[in-house]
DNA sequence: AACTAAATGGAAGATGAATTCCGCTTCCGC
DNA sequence: GCGGAAGCGGAATTCATCTTCCATTTAGTT
């Protein structure tokens, strides 16, 4: 499943490393984007390059981890406002969650790029999951386009992201968006 | 100004050859992205690399050309749109217009990405001249958001392209934006 | 038809980033 | 404190493209 075998104990030194390769990486790639270097990572990290490699045999191993974790982090906020009982609301602190997350990690965006090609299905799938509890819920509440699947919304807030990633303030976005959906 | 000298007179041969380099290149880059090599663009240009540099010194001044020339076409599409009497009509047509060329040319998302780097301004200042031109009209018919600035409008059609290259149905995407544009 | 400047093709070179390799260092159980 | 397995660093290698170069071919001119 994991990066490496998951049985292996690590050195105390080698986990400190590890955790703090991932850090640096997390740091640099939401913030660059995925492609940059493996050496300012390793510097960022205290480590030499060689450490890195130990620890992730290919820099496509690093993003996808990164792009995982992330991932992860959305399904937990998504599945905090499926808690919400208005329907309404919910969706509107989805929308406006995602937005503001898109806006603070602005490479996330190279990352997901390069990290869709490998597996998407994984967390993703629990995404769409989500995408759909929510989605049967506005819609028998009648605040969403009956039409709407949850790959489309999925799709829209990749759109989405994509504005705020150019600049374009997130709240607006979020806003058009969360319009656009309401029904005919 | 342009790539090469423009006052130099090519032979007969050689501006039939640079005129299918761009082609090939147009084709290329708008279906698969910046990121396809040179050599298929050559082959399938019917020439070799060194013709490809002879005309174009670096790749970099053929995505340009490429983004430049498709830039191009969109504001002439946009031209046409302006024409039209009602606003309402003019808006739609301008969104749903750029969502089917968002359809066609997926590459052009990579093209773009390319090509912002080095220079935008040019051809993207009319865009905006053109945006804010019809910005007017329809904020003035009351059909928009007051609040909506030409980047903005900008920025979200980027984010609709986005969507639609990731295989969002393009007409989905124009209505949501359009919907989405409406006063609050 | 002969001449020559222009143009061509594609092998060889340059580049730049990912990845490997191995001598040296550090941890940890004894 | 010792021994040696585990881990480390970073120079050297690999790899994939872009780009150059020049011997050869071709278009246009006299």
Redesign the pocket.
């Known amino acids: 499943m994991g990066t490496m075998e998951t049985g ?11 955790e703090r390769i991932l850090a640096a990486a997390r740091a640099v790639f939401l913030e660059e984007g995925a ?5 300012p990572i ?2 960022r ?18 993003i996808d981890e990164v792009g995982r974790q992330w991932v992860e982090e959305r399904c937990t906020a998504t599945a905090s406002a499926l808690q919400i009982e208005d329907p309404a609301e919910a969706l509107r602190v989805f929308v406006t969650g995602a937005s503001a997350a898109m806006a603070r990690d602005v490479g996330i965006r190279k990352v997901l790029s390069h990290y869709e090609e490998v597996d998407t299905a994984e967390a993703d799938a629990l995404h769409l999951l989500q995408l759909k509890t929510l989605l049967d819920r506005v819609r028998a509440a009648g605040l969403v386009r009956p039409d709407l699947t949850p790959p489309d919304l999925f799709g829209l807030m990749c759109g989405m992201a994509f504005a705020i990633f150019r600049g374009t303030e997130p709240a607006l976005c979020a806003e058009v968006l969360l319009r656009g959906l309401r029904p005919t």
């Open positions: 292996r104990q690590l050195r105390a030194d080698a986990r400190r490393n590890r492609d940059v270097q493996m050496e390793a510097r990290a205290g480590v030499g390059i060689g450490t890195v490699y130990r620890n992730f045999p290919t820099k496509q191993v690093l």
